[in-house]
């Protein structure tokens, strides 16, 4: 929960409440990722509260509603350093919607279709690549213009494998998409189930 450990992380700064963290969690981390929704930003502090991760305190104020204010625990600061300490796994492993996409038009052996699915999404990706290029120009943050630059990268290398795809799917009179479509049609063998535990046997 990589936004629970963010707001840790500003917290860490001193203490704060929602609208404040919002702002500054939208700040911080630039315009690539989004405006950060209150709601859930709210159902994020309410669990380290209850992990005890936060103290939270109900503060009066003379005219607008109470405001509840957040600081870190000597608990919270911990698990922001171990969090700090450990390397980031890709969130979500290498699934993608786009390689299913690519899976699929694959499989119907069309040319056309792999051709406009590749096209479509090189489209999209260009687009993006200059939206966040542009945003990037207009960075006075040098952090927020370094992750830009790493969302650029991204982009970049998915541009790369469209032009991959392109070469492995399309080459050779579409033999490859033959090849693929020819496979898909063999019978899948069943799988084996352990006689003892009903565990499926290697």
């Known amino acids: 929960m990589a ?6 992380a500003l917290l860490a700064t001193g203490p704060s409440y929602g609208y404040e963290l919002k702002a500054s969690f939208e700040a911080t981390v630039g315009p690539q990722w989004g405006p950060l929704n209150i709601g859930h930003l709210y159902q994020i502090l309410d669990r380290l509260s209850r992990d005890g991760l936060v103290d939270a305190e109900r503060q009066p104020q003379p005219v607008k509603p109470d405001r509840v ?6 608990a919270g600061q911990a698990e922001l350093d171990r969090w700090l300490d450990e390397p980031s796994p890709r969130g979500g492993g290498f699934r993608d919607d786009f390689f299913l996409k690519v899976t699929a038009a694959a499989r119907t052996g069309s040319p056309r279709t792999v051709r ?12 993006e690549l200059r939206n966040l290029d542009a945003l990037r120009r207009e960075a006075t943050d040098p952090v927020v213009g370094l992750l830009l630059s790493a969302a650029i990268r991204h982009v970049e290398a998915d541009l ?3 032009d991959d795809a392109e070469a492995t799917l399309l080459h050779d009179d579409s033999q490859a998409l033959a090849a693929i479509v020819e496979a898909a049609s063999r019978p899948t063998p069943p799988v084996r189930q352990s006689p003892r535990n009903g565990r ?3």
């Open 3 to 8: 936004i629970q450990h963010a707001v840790l």
């Open 69 to 74: 204010v957040y600081e870190i625990t000597t």
């Open 116 to 127: 406009t699915v590749l096209a479509h999404q090189r489209g999209h990706l260009l687009r």
């Open 160 to 162: 790369v494998f469209i």
């Open 200 to 202: 499926t046997a290697g």
